[in-house]
């Protein structure tokens, strides 16, 4: 199809009709099937589109193509972007990448004028601008789905601003915290893989039109009309880089693959707590499967594939890191294998958050069973240290070791430390005096940890205060 309306073939039966002149026979099926992209890089059609109507209005308003010429691309490709957009639209695998499938479709649909968009332009400028465009929307898509990440962890983080559990060090019950707190550590997470997002973002939007196939071009384009029309910062400053360079891909990756992990520790987090050795929390219904075989089982599997896709997504970031490794300027074909990679991670990335958001915001908590965990295994105990510096002025090395007698004497009898009787204590330490039961609940450990940062329940609403302006100052950019 492709070799009669593009008008170019000049009788090399089977050769590719965009380059095919020089050659006398076509690719053999093995090379037409490693070479081709058109399978993943169709997803590159309305960018492609986008940038070529760009390209198109410059060579017209430059007067490199005739207006008349530019006006009939124009049209072409709106009548290309209908096709795509309703599905009609012929794609064909021998025309290797959507790049030439739009080309050669444009040819059928106005003829010989078609010929003429590609003046001043190469594929190599072309690809790494679609891309850049591609990779800019998804940015903007993916900050969206942060962002609402963030308001479940907010809103559940304010219903349970009070709730008290067991904070852990080496997996162990180290300090007691609220759950609101442990939420909140999340959305600080969350902000600052958005602004690692944003920073991509930023570095990412300049625009390669203009750089060619790598040495720039001798037409007297007006590469920054094409860059503000594609809205892009400015216009890239070296061809050779502009058209070689695939850091903003791999930014992209690593700025996921990091947000992945931050996932995948929640979600790791949840498998522990929905379990019934913790029975903290239960997941809904709705993020929650069956067993086959054992009918007691409500599995975590949303959070499962949540923590496993991270590994999905360190390994594209992986992957295009090697491809990249070895490539001499300026383009080489390796680099048609940046896409799936990228692709397939934000796809990836995509899901796993919709399935976090929808996990946090349906989370059931089990308070009493929070609680009873921080009042068990002495979490207090650092309360006890810490008063002993305070009331009784002892170096804190010395409110470490009395500390320590007196946890192995609760744990001889036991009991927690606030069941101790205070003669006991005392039987340890002669200073200590009733007030010491001020510190050793759980609730009251909490409650001291006032300041900014700390876990009191004060100082939860007030990092939620924070986060929900800057949620809402975020909206409006
Ligand atoms: N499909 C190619 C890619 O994705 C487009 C660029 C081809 N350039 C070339 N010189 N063969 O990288």
């Not at 625009?207 to 060619?212: D, F, H, I, M």
Request: aromatic share 6%.
């Amino acid at each position: 199809m492709a070799e009669k309306s593009s008008g170019q073939d000049s009788g090399n039966a089977g050769s590719n009709a965009m380059w095919g002149a020089r050659f006398d026979r076509g690719p053999v099926e093995a090379m037409e099937g490693i070479n081709s992209s058109l399978h993943f890089d169709r997803r590159l059609a309305a960018q492609d589109v986008r940038a070529s109507r760009a390209h198109c209005r410059m060579l017209g308003k430059t007067g490199i193509i005739s207006s008349e010429a530019s006006s009939r691309i124009l049209e072409g490709l709106d009548l290309i972007e209908k096709e795509l957009a309703d599905g009609s639209f012929p794609f064909d695998a021998k025309l290797e990448d959507i790049h030439m499938n739009v080309e050669a479709r444009l040819a059928a649909l106005i003829g010989e004028d078609a010929g003429r968009l590609h003046t001043a332009r190469s594929r190599n400028d072309q690809v790494a601008t679609d891309f850049r465009l591609w990779v800019r929307d998804n940015i903007d898509a993916l900050d969206d789905g942060l962002k609402a990440f963030q308001g479940a962890l907010i809103a559940q983080a304010e219903t349970h601003a009070d709730t008290i559990m067991p904070g852990f060090t080496h997996m162990q019950g180290a300090q007691p915290v609220t759950f609101g707190h442990h939420l909140m550590a999340y959305y600080e997470m969350a902000r600052r893989d958005r602004s690692r997002l944003a920073d991509c973002r930023e570095r990412l939007n300049e625009c390669p039109l203009g750089a060619g196939a790598l040495a720039g071009t001798p037409f007297p384009i007006d590469r920054a009309a094409t860059a503000d029309a594609l809205e892009f910062r400015e216009p890239a400053r070296n061809s050779m880089d502009a058209v070689s360079d695939r850091d903003f891909a791999l930014e992209f990756l690593s700025a996921l693959s990091i947000a992945a992990v931050h996932l995948s520790r929640l979600a790791e987090e949840i498998v522990l707590w929905s379990g019934p050795q913790f029975a903290f929390v239960r997941l809904s219904d709705s993020f929650s499967t069956g067993s086959s075989i054992m009918p007691q089982k409500r599995n975590p599997d949303g959070a499962e594939l949540v923590r496993a896709k991270a590994g999905r997504i360190i390994g594209s970031l992986t992957g295009l890191l090697v491809v990249m490794k070895g490539l001499p300027l300026a383009y080489s074909k390796d680099m048609q294998e940046d896409k799936e990679p990228v692709f397939d991670a934000a796809g990836t990335f995509e899901s796993c958050i919709a399935v976090m958001t929808g996990m946090i915001a349906d989370l059931e908590v089990d308070k009493a069973r929070m609680a009873e965990a921080a009042n068990a295994g002495f979490l207090t105990a650092t309360d006890l240290a810490d008063w002993l510096v305070r009331s009784l002025e002892l170096p804190f090395r010395k409110a470490h070791h009395i500390t320590g007698s007196i946890v192995k004497l609760a744990e001889e009898k036991n009991c927690g430390l606030a069941e101790l009787a205070l003669a006991e204590m005392q039987k340890i330490e002669p200073g200590i005096n009733a007030d010491v039961f001020s510190v050793l609940a759980a609730d009251k450990s909490v409650a001291s940890r006032s300041g900014l940062g700390g876990t009191a329940p004060g100082a939860v609403r007030a990092a939620i205060a924070i986060a929900r302006k800057e949620l809402a100052r975020k909206e409006l950019e």
